[in-house]
């Protein structure tokens, strides 16, 4: 039709139809399918009325300012009309003027203010002027009405959260096992085939394949079993590099620990700065003036919930290990104004315990973590243990061991007794796992014991207080599963 019509008969015929479907928007404004064909007709249009487009929409969203259909329309016309951000973002801001509660505005400011406000060198943030103007705005609107959660997100948004550049930050090395494993800074896709992650022993490249311990298609952890005699621990100035991508970064290691076998690299998780909680963009000078800001809050509103939780991320932000006293009593006094959400508090609080066990273990240079008796509902960035020998985790209400724990391919020995376990799928092929306690738990099958029979290596098991060894039959069951020493149920 477009090539068979001249221009003036595909503006009558387009016009017309824009018309009908205006009419159809008075009576139904959150009409998808409607919004969608006038997105489609405009497209097509030789002459559109972006301008009329922009009218239509501030009148829609007048008597609706959530309709979101109106507003991903409004997008569409600033984007395929090249029309000025600039008056967009005066848009937003009469809207929240008249009411700071608009969160659909808020969030429509959040995609226009970086285009209108750009950083002159960084890209996707905003310039310090504009941030600071920014921070006034949700400033004022977060002391009018405290309890409102728009204002609050939107200061989430400008606190910002540094995307991770995905570059390799650990290569661990066994040159006994023949098995090489690459930790990244984020969750990262490496083909079967290895395209992209590169393995050389004594600069020579090997055609490997990599698979994550977890599973999935994404993993922060890749592991490559060798071919028999590639590694060689009686060679000490043999070296092992690994390259990512273009700009991913390399890394070199040889075998620093003769009488294990084994050799890493590691980058600090502290220069990197991993573990800046949920706000990793904006310098301190900055996060230090917005929880001062939440803290005059909290002495007029001491049991608002979003303050809280923001005053706990700046605090976790600014250092982990120095606030951790602090972090915990708030999210303790956030867990009570908050009971509807207490478990997913129990899980920061133990993010949080988590980060700050890998920072000491770093600050200590061990390669052993005692969590026991922390109230951990959940494990987090197990990647970054993946040197532990050892780890305690009793006395934790974990319920199961997930997945993410086969990322520990150095772990030797594990405790895990009080923990209210109902499954432990996590420890299933660890290959170095000598020893494991798993006492007072609710194991109530052999078919939840059966991870236990892929340890290859796996020599006592503490299993008493469990369903699964109770009475004679059950014990036999379990020592016949498991062709373990006869200590293992006591």
């Known amino acids: 039709m477009e090539q068979e019509k001249s221009v003036s008969e595909r503006g009558l015929l387009f016009g017309g139809e824009l018309s009908f479907l205006e009419r159809c928007l008075r009576v139904n404004p959150k009409s998808y399918g409607t919004w969608h064909q006038r997105g489609w007709v405009l497209r097509r249009h030789p002459l559109p009325d972006w301008q009329h487009e922009l009218q239509l929409c501030t009148q829609c969203l007048q008597q609706d300012g959530r309709n979101f259909h109106c507003w991903d329309h409004r997008r569409l016309v600033v984007r395929e009309g090249g029309l000025p951000v600039e008056e967009e973002l005066d848009f937003t801001q009469r809207l929240i003027n008249t009411n700071f509660s608009n969160y659909s505005a808020w969030h429509y400011r959040s995609t226009v203010l970086p285009l209108a406000r750009p950083h002159p060198t960084l890209p996707r943030q905003l310039s310090p002027h504009a941030l600071l103007h920014e921070y006034e705005l949700v400033q004022n609107a977060v002391f009018t009405d405290p309890s409102d ?244 985790l009793s006395g934790n209400p974990l319920r199961n061991l997930p997945p993410a724990l ?22 299933s092929g660890l290959p170095k796992l000598e020893e494991i306690s798993l006492r007072d738990n609710l194991l109530s099958d052999l078919r939840a014991l059966r991870p236990l029979t892929l340890c290859v290596r796996l020599g006592s098991a503490r299993l008493s207080g469990n369903p699964v060894c109770e009475g004679e039959g059950g014990a036999a069951a379990v020592r016949s599963m498991l062709p373990l020493p006869l200590d293992l149920l006591t």
């Open 149 to 392: 959660q728009s204002a609050w997100f939107y200061h989430r948004w400008l606190l910002g959260r540094a995307d991770r550049d995905g570059s390799v930050s650990c290569l661990f090395v066994d040159f006994i096992e023949q098995r090489v494993a690459v930790v990244f800074t984020r969750p990262v896709n490496v083909p079967a085939d290895g395209g992209g992650l590169v393995l050389r022993v004594d600069n020579r490249p090997l055609p490997l394949s990599w698979t994550p311990p977890q599973g999935g298609k994404h993993s922060p952890v890749w592991v490559c079993e060798l071919p028999p005699g590639t590694l060689n621990v009686d060679f000490p100035d043999q070296t092992v590099r690994v390259t990512w991508g273009q700009d991913g970064g390399s890394m070199e290691c040889c075998c620093t620990e003769r009488l294990r076998g084994e050799g890493w690299c590691r980058d600090s998780a502290t220069d990197q700065q991993l573990f800046q909680g949920d706000l990793s963009v904006q310098r301190a000078a900055v996060l230090e003036t917005e929880l001062a800001s939440c803290k005059q809050l909290l002495e007029l509103e001491p049991d608002n919930k979003w303050c809280l939780l923001t005053f706990t991320l700046l605090l976790w932000a600014l250092g982990p290990l120095e606030g951790e006293a602090e972090c915990l009593g708030a999210l303790a006094r956030l867990s009570g104004c908050d009971p509807l959400r207490a478990a997913h508090v129990a899980d920061l609080r133990s993010r949080l315990l988590v980060q700050n066990a890998v920072l000491r273990m770093e600050y200590a240079q061990a390669r052993v973590v005692t969590l026991a008796h922390k109230g951990i509902t959940c494990l987090c960035h197990l990647d970054q243990l993946l040197l532990i020998t050892h780890l305690d």
């Open 406 to 427: 086969r990322t520990l391919l150095c772990l030797q020995v594990l405790q895990a007794d009080d923990c209210s376990l109902e499954g432990i799928e996590g420890v």
